[in-house]
T-cell receptor, first 114, second 113 residues
Framework: AQSVTQPDIHITVSEGASLELRCNYSYGATPYLFWYVQSPGQGLQLLLKYFSGDTLVQGIKGFEAEFKRSQSSFNLRKPSVHWSDAAEYFCAVVGSGNTGKLIFGQGTTLQVKP | DAGVIQSPRHEVTEMGQEVTLRCKPISGHDYLFWYRQTMMRGLELLIY????????DSGMPEDRFSAKMPNASFSTLKIQPSEPRDSAVYFC???????????FGSGTRLTVV
């Protein structure tokens, strides 16, 4: 069965520091991968997505992610974190048969220290 | 586009009462999803529709939950009777052709007392 694992439940970084959030997926075929961000009390906003092609994808708010098939990973990165980036981040994969059924990881909560 | 619109934003109800959550997807989107989010279980897919037809309702927790999509611009999620353990944030999301990522609504925070 398809699954998504986000190993880090909670991460704290200092403002201005770099960030990497980890995501590992289990999927037999080429996956469609997504990162979403959820600010407190808000819905989920799409940061970026990978379907095919260039394995380094750029998203909104200065985020990028790299697809590594050999490692079954799709880690999210940002070179310099801002206090407004504090939120919960979800990695997701489209399930079997590309039915549109997104399978989400458990999420990583990012805290930013001033 | 106004995005996915959910109503109400907050709902407080007493145990045993019927609750109806509403969702208006983005025009032109052919998939609609209902999710529930809790601290303990994270994001759970309850049911999803394609072209107004329910495709997978395996995530609906009990017969107390039901969902309908009478047309392409409206869906409801009903809980009858409601129980305290149904307290959660319920999200609606819509998508075009399923594979292009979802657009989420702002959610309905349900509290059953």
């Amino acid at each position: 069965a398809q699954s998504v694992t986000q190993p880090d439940i909670h991460i704290t970084v200092s403002e201005g520091a770099s960030l990497e959030l980890r995501c590992n997926y289990s999927y037999g075929a080429t996956p469609y991968l997504f990162w979403y961000v959820q600010s407190p009390g808000q819905g989920l906003q799409l940061l970026l997505k990978y379907f095919s092609g260039d394995t380094l994808v750029q998203g909104i708010k200065g985020f990028e992610a790299e697809f590594k098939r050999s490692q079954s990973s799709f880690n999210l990165r940002k070179p310099s974190v801002h206090w407004s980036d504090a939120a919960e981040y979800f990695c997701a994969v489209v399930g079997s048969g590309n039915t549109g059924k997104l399978i989400f990881g458990q999420g990583t909560t990012l805290q930013v220290k001033p | 586009d106004a995005g996915v619109i959910q109503s109400p934003r907050h709902e407080v109800t007493e145990m045993g009462q019927e609750v109806t959550l509403r969702c208006k997807p983005i025009s032109g989107h052919d998939y609609l999803f209902w999710y529930r989010q809790t601290m303990m279980r994270g994001l759970e897919l309850l049911i999803y529709f394609n072209n107004n037809v329910p495709i997978d309702d395996s995530g609906m927790p009990e017969d107390r939950f039901s969902a309908k999509m009478p047309n392409a611009s409206f869906s409801t999620l009903k809980i009858q009777p409601s129980e305290p353990r149904d307290s959660a944030v319920y999200f609606c999301a819509s998508s075009y052709r399923g594979t292009y990522g979802y657009t989420f609504g702002s959610g309905t925070r349900l509290t059953v007392v």
